[in-house]
């Protein structure tokens, strides 16, 4: 997973304020938790000398991309499609108590996590317990997987 | 240079996947001819990630892509996926009760400018 | 609901949405049985002779031509075909005098035999699920080669007396030469061996549990693994090919092992089979002959002995027949190529190693797609199950009567 230390390598760390924050570290927080876009530093757009940092920056960006507003993100590449996650998730097993709970897939699809053609694939991303006024730090998917193919930003 | 090792093959999902598209295909060579070698025995080897190098041992010789491991150190032990590419190198001799040793084939491995072995060059082997 | 035949253990709970040629989506399909349904879409084979196509009933002439007139042929396959299927294959080498084996000959055989003959205690994989307090995968990754084993059986879900699950009712342990994706999953309870030691951590497990110091490996970890086996209420050891190859002619140790483990509380074995029926074919080929594999016809009745192994009689027959089996790829070189310099006579949904070798080639239906059957998955658990596509391609079973018809 990027950190903020590498996106800031990747920023023409002049502290314009362009972007309105105070500095380029502040715009690499921001950008981590997609509170800015990359768009929004304008000399890094438009100025030629920025162009290969632009090209990497928007590289270890773009999983970020499709993270859901949980912050969950799948690699599906890398997702064996075994379930673990489908059967470990706690909003699963409540919603399907004689399914996912006992490792077969869903019925309805008032889960959060599914395996469709051979990986797994996220939906009702707001279900998920580490978002809402209530959250805690559930990590049971990410925990329970064998290949790290679904994490947390 | 050459290091010798001992070979054990295991499962993976993505081999198995490639395998199932087309054993014709590139990712099924990718994914089969390649020797996952601990990460010292490659630096004293002299060989770099995705290097190739060549396997072999007194029934055959192969031509894979050297691969560090991602696991604890493993000095001496390598790991290849089950394949004809493997199987060149396994003796179906090896005890009474007629196992394969799929899981010890002693071979050397030596880096070498020579291309990945191609399936159709095995099967032509097989078929000589 | 489509049964899955990508390994054994034969999921029943997949939904696919169809339409001509295709496969729009498959629900609950794990990467190994999407790669093996989608592979039905690609290098289909067609009836060839010498690497011409030809009608289906000349391939099939040709092939019962082939075995008629061998006088050692060698019947090789089979745990990629039904029960139904197996059953025929068995009437043809009994017809032909031939040698039948299957892939447990220089797989899962050794084990297999002493389950299947009630040496070692077995339960089903239903039972892991609801009972099961420790599973312990030796020599095995299933993450790779059966990917839901631990999210529908053994670790993750909620059973009838696991409702706690793997938070605080069940414990995984692996034991591998390699810290592989399902020893990540088990952390602290991964015991690493170097290739061949299975027989000595064995006698050390046997030593704590009988009290003693163990002669081998971490003492502190080992007394920490006997203390985590006593307290099992319900264990299963699922030994992979690792495990196999490594004790081979020694699996009485773990015979030993078992009942050790079974003097202080309850443990059971399941053999972690590969392929969707091989399972099926040793209990079928054992009640009809006393023997799981490795048995020749020859002189009208059933014997058994290394020398009738594929391995063995690859180098002696005269002709074979392979089904469902690519064994140019999957077997020692000294096999393939005694393989491929006989009439090979190939069964096969697909292309492979072993159908481009072949002198006929025969297509078949793909099993759990367009043909139906009955299988037994890795626990011994019947499963039949109906095909999802409709399709013209014969099933191994017609094939293999329509050649005993033909000889």
């Given amino acids: 997973m990027v950190g903020a230390m590498e996106i800031y390598m990747l920023l023409p760390k002049t502290n314009c304020k362009k972007c309105g924050l105070p500095t380029c570290m502040a715009f690499a927080v921001g950008l981590l938790g997609r509170e800015k876009k990359i768009d929004e530093c304008t000399p890094l757009i438009e100025e030629k000398k920025y162009e290969a940092k632009l090209k990497k920056l928007r590289e270890v960006m773009a999983p970020l991309e499709n993270a859901s507003e949980t912050g969950l993100i799948i690699h599906p590449e890398k997702c064996f499609g075994c379930g673990n996650c489908v059967v470990a998730c706690p909003v699963n097993v409540a919603a399907e108590p004689t399914r996912c709970a006992v490792g077969l897939g869903p019925k309805s699809d008032k889960v959060i996590l599914a395996v469709e053609d051979g990986i797994v694939k996220c939906m009702n991303a707001k279900e998920c317990r580490r978002f809402g006024p209530n959250k805690i730090l559930c990590n049971a998917c990410t925990a329970t997987c064998p290949s790290k193919a679904i994490e947390f930003v | ?128 | ?407």
């Avoid at chain 3, 349904?37 to 099939?60: H, K, N, W, Y």
């Avoid at chain 3, 042929?73 to 059953?87: K, R, V």
């Avoid at chain 3, 399902?182 to 299975?198: K, V």
């Fill in chain 2, 1 to 128: 240079m050459e290091a010798k090792v001992i070979i054990v093959t295991f499962r993976d999902i993505f081999q198995y996947e490639a395998g199932k598209k087309s054993r014709y295909s590139d990712e099924y060579r990718q994914l089969s001819a390649q020797i996952l070698l601990d990460k010292q025995d490659m630096a004293d080897l002299g060989v770099k990630d995705g290097q190739r190098v060549t396997v072999g041992n007194e029934l055959g010789c192969i031509v894979a892509a050297a691969k560090a491991s991602e696991d604890d150190p493993h000095p001496g032990l390598a790991f290849m996926t089950n394949s004809p590419w493997s199987n060149q190198l396994v003796r179906d001799d090896i005890c009474e009760t007629s196992i394969p040793g799929f899981k010890r084939i002693e071979a050397v491995v030596s880096p070498t400018e020579e291309a990945i072995t191609q399936i159709t060059e095995l099967l032509q082997r097989m078929r000589a």
């Fill in chain 3, 1 to 407: 609901m489509t049964t899955c035949t990508g390994c054994s253990l034969l999921c029943e709970d997949i939904e696919l949405a169809l339409k001509t040629g295709a496969i729009t989506q498959a629900k609950n399909l794990c990467r190994k049985g999407q790669g093996h349904f989608q592979a039905l879409f690609t290098e289909r084979t067609r009836p060839m002779i010498d690497g011409q196509e030809v009608s289906l009933d000349q391939a099939i002439g040709k092939a019962a031509e082939i075995l008629k007139s061998a006088k050692l042929p060698l019947l090789y396959g089979w745990s990629n075909s039904t029960l139904e299927a197996q059953a025929v294959g068995i009437d043809l080498a009994k017809k032909l005098g031939a040698t039948i084996d299957d892939t447990s000959s220089f797989c899962q055989g050794i084990l297999m035999e002493r389950v299947l003959t009630g040496k070692i205690p077995t339960c089903t994989l239903d039972d892991v699920r609801n009972y099961a307090d420790t599973s312990v995968f030796w020599g095995a990754d299933p993450s790779n080669s059966h990917p839901r084993h631990l999210s529908r059986f053994a670790y993750y879900p909620r059973g009838e007396k696991r409702q706690k699950s793997y938070e605080e009712e069940r414990t995984c342990i692996a034991v591998d030469v390699r810290k592989s994706a399902t020893a990540r999953l088990c952390s602290n309870y991964y015991f690493r061996l170097a290739p061949g030691q299975d027989a000595e951590f064995i006698e050390a497990i046997l030593a704590v549990l009988e009290g003693k110091i163990p002669k081998f490996g971490d003492k502190k970890r080992m007394i920490e693994l006997g203390t985590i086996l006593r307290k099992t209420e319900y264990g299963v050891i699922f030994p992979g090919l690792g495990m196999v190859y490594s004790l081979q002619e020694k699996m009485d140790l773990l015979e030993t092992l078992v009942v050790k483990l079974n003097e202080i509380t309850t443990f059971k074995v399941i053999p972690m089979v590969g392929h969707y029926n091989m399972r099926g074919f040793n209990q079928l080929l054992l009640d009809l002959t006393g023997f799981i594999n490795r048995v020749s016809f020859k002189d009208g009745k059933a014997s058994h002995g290394p020398e009738n192994s594929v391995i063995a009689a690859a180098k002696r027959c005269d002709a074979a027949l392979v089904i469902g089996s690519d064994p140019l790829c999957a077997l020692p070189f000294a096999t393939a190529r005694a393989l491929a310099k006989v009439p090979l006579i190939a069964i096969d949904p697909r292309r492979s190693l072993t159908t481009d070798a072949a002198k006929v080639v025969i297509p078949s239906a793909m099993y759990g797609l367009e043909a139906g059957g009955t299988a037994v998955r890795m626990d011994g658990v019947k499963i039949a199950f109906e095909p999802a596509i409709k399709s013209d391609l014969l099933s191994d079973e017609q094939v293999l009567t329509r050649i005993m018809e033909a000889i």
